[in-house]
Each structure stands twice: as C-alpha cells, then as structure tokens.
C-alpha cells in the first residue's frame, strides 16, 4: 500500500476479514506467518510494543463506535491524544470534531449522540493523531443507508487530504468499488478481484 490508497477487504460474514484487520493493525497476534506495519514486523513484540508502534501512525474505525460512555465526544478524541503526549491535543482534537461536522456536538455524551454522531467522533478520534494508515471495521454496518454513505464520503476525503493510507472491511460491494482496489477474503485466503 501507498500514502493515499484505500483498499477495501470483501467478503461474507463469518469469513475472518475482522480479524484479517486485527492482526494488519496488531491488535491480535498471527499464530503462525509473518505480519508488517509501517515498515517494522509485529512478531516478537508484545502489546506494549505493538501499542507503542501503532501509537501516531495507526487509526482504527469500529462498526460498534468504541467511544468511552462517560466521555464527551471532545475528551473521546482527546483521550488517545494526550495519552500519546500531543502538544496541542486540544486544538487538535477540536479542529478534528470541526471537519466531521460536530462542532455543536463537543459536549455531547455518546448516548446523546445519533449512530451517525458517534461514527463520526470514532472518525475524528482516529484520524486526529494524522495517521499513515487508518483500518475501518464494517464503519457503515451499524447505520442506516443514507448515513452509511454520507459517513464514507467524510471518511474518504478526509484519507484523501491526510493522504493516508485506508484498509477498508465491508460486505458491500457499491462500497468497495470506491476505493482503488478490492480484495476478497475467500476460504481464509485474499483474492484480488477485478
């Protein structure tokens, strides 16, 4: 993959492409085989290690959102943020809420927030840090269609101007034809399609 690039990762429900971006991403461990980010292999760190290498060059999208409850969808971009030591966390994290549309929406608890809000704060928290590869889980699969797309337009333009590279999970193919090129996940093995 190159800076900018998305590819989607297709396949039926069940066939492993979630845990494919799992172990892409090092959140999971491979049992056997060998597996690169950014440049440096996952094997042989542990989760520290992997957290540590992710940490600034990876944003990750949940179909289920993963925000924190009892945070409001500003410390929800916050957190990774200052946990990561950003010397302007704040102004980065408000900047990142602007471009996504919430800027009304700052103060707002995920359970005040429509599953469009809160996709849209899980896309400003992981693309705040500019990361140079962003994995997306099924980001439309919680939402209804017309959100789903209006939340893919947000998240392709904005893997556009970071210029970010984006792995891309779904099951819809009108999804997939976006991205500039598609893989399958077939019988636990990727197959390029056309």
């Not at 944003?59 to 289920?64: A, K, R, T, Y």
């Not at 971009?77 to 919430?102: F, I, K, M, N, Q």
């Not at 893997?159 to 976006?178: F, G, I, N, S």
Request: glycine share 10%; aromatic share 4%; proline share 4%.
């Amino acid at each position: 993959m190159h800076a900018g690039e998305a590819v989607a990762i297709l396949g039926a429900s069940g066939s492993g492409k979630s845990t494919l971006l799992g172990l892409l991403a090092g959140l999971d461990l491979a049992s056997r085989g060998e597996v690169w980010l950014c440049g440096k292999s996952l094997n042989g760190l542990d989760e520290d290690g992997r957290a540590a290498l992710r940490e600034g060059q990876v944003g990750f999208v949940f179909q289920d959102f993963q925000l924190l409850p009892t945070l409001t969808a500003r410390e929800n971009v916050l957190l990774p943020l200052e946990l990561s030591g950003s010397a302007d966390a704040e102004r980065t994290a408000a900047d990142a809420l602007v471009r996504v549309g919430l800027a009304a929406r700052v103060g707002h608890y995920p359970r005040q927030l429509s599953g469009g809000e809160q996709q849209r704060v899980a896309i400003a928290r992981a693309f705040a840090p500019r990361p140079a590869i962003l994995f997306a889980d099924e980001p439309t699969g919680n939402l209804d269609q017309a959100t789903g797309e209006q939340i893919i337009d947000l998240l392709l333009a904005l893997r556009e101007d970071a210029q970010a590279a984006l792995v891309l999970v779904t099951h819809d193919p009108r999804l997939a034809e976006r991205c500039d090129r598609r893989l399958a996940m077939r019988g636990g093995r990727l197959e390029v399609l056309q």
